[in-house]
């Protein structure tokens, strides 16, 4: 399975764009970059997902690189709503490894 | 629509006690998924359903662990007997596959054993 790297903590002002980086440099021409997040005490909430091409939705917006080598997840307008363990994953065969993730802390 | 809907959220047993876990996974979902999570650490998969059928379960520890999913739907965790190290938040995921391996996951159960 593909591993990726995280930064174990970010912080981000309040309304600022917050920019969560990943490496996943082994990850397989198939292999699909999946994040989620996790706010305390809940179970972990799909944001956004992406094979090569930038995907966007109404949570976030995904950038890959075009060697797929490493990955952005951005919130445009970061809140305090946002705090949390950001995971990024490389999804192969339907699994998910989660890593630890990055904490990000947003400030007022 | 509903989404993944365990219970319970907590259970507090002692060792060597047997404790359950119950997931109902989104409608129309094929697979479901039982992770656990250890306290700072990301999920750990430990089985995966495809309908009836468990077709991952090689993280499963079989000595005290099981699950079933008999109808395709709900599905059921088991340990007996729990010990310490058993203490974690189990969770339950699925998703709809047909091309879409999207996991939407539930609340989680947080299980204390002393």
């Known amino acids: 399975d593909a591993k990726t790297t995280q930064p174990p903590s970010m912080d981000c002002a309040e309304g600022r764009a917050a920019n969560l980086p990943c490496n996943h440099s082994?990850?397989?021409?198939?292999?699909?970059v999946y994040w989620y997040r996790q706010i305390h005490s809940q179970g972990p909430q799909y944001i956004i997902h992406?094979?090569?091409n930038n995907e966007t939705n109404e949570m976030a917006s995904l950038i890959i690189t075009e060697d797929r080598k490493s990955s952005t997840l951005i919130l445009p307008h970061a809140t305090l709503r946002d705090t949390a363990v950001y995971y990024c994953?490389?999804?192969?065969?339907?699994?998910?490894?989660f890593g630890t993730g990055t904490r990000l802390q947003v400030t007022l | 629509e509903a989404g993944v809907v365990q219970s319970p959220r907590y259970k507090i047993i002692e060792k060597k006690q047997p404790v359950a876990f119950w997931c109902n996974p989104i409608?129309?979902?094929?697979?479901l998924y039982w992770y656990r999570q250890n306290l700072g650490q990301g999920p750990e998969l430990l089985i995966r359903?495809?309908?009836?059928?468990?077709?991952?379960d090689s993280q499963l520890p079989k000595d005290r662990f099981s699950a079933e999913r008999l109808k395709g739907v709900d599905s059921t965790l088991k340990i007996q007997p729990a010990e310490l190290g058993d203490s974690a938040v189990y969770l339950c995921?699925?998703?709809?596959?047909?091309?879409?391996?999207?996991?939407?996951f539930g609340p989680g159960t947080r299980l204390t054993v002393l």
């Open positions: 409608s129309g979902h094929n697979t």
């Open positions: 992406g094979l090569k």
């Open positions: 994953i490389v999804e192969a065969a339907s699994k998910l490894t």
């Open positions: 995921a699925s998703s709809l596959d047909r091309g879409d391996d999207t996991q939407y």
């Open positions: 359903y495809e309908n009836e059928e468990a077709v991952d």
């Open positions: 082994t990850i397989s021409g198939n292999e699909y």
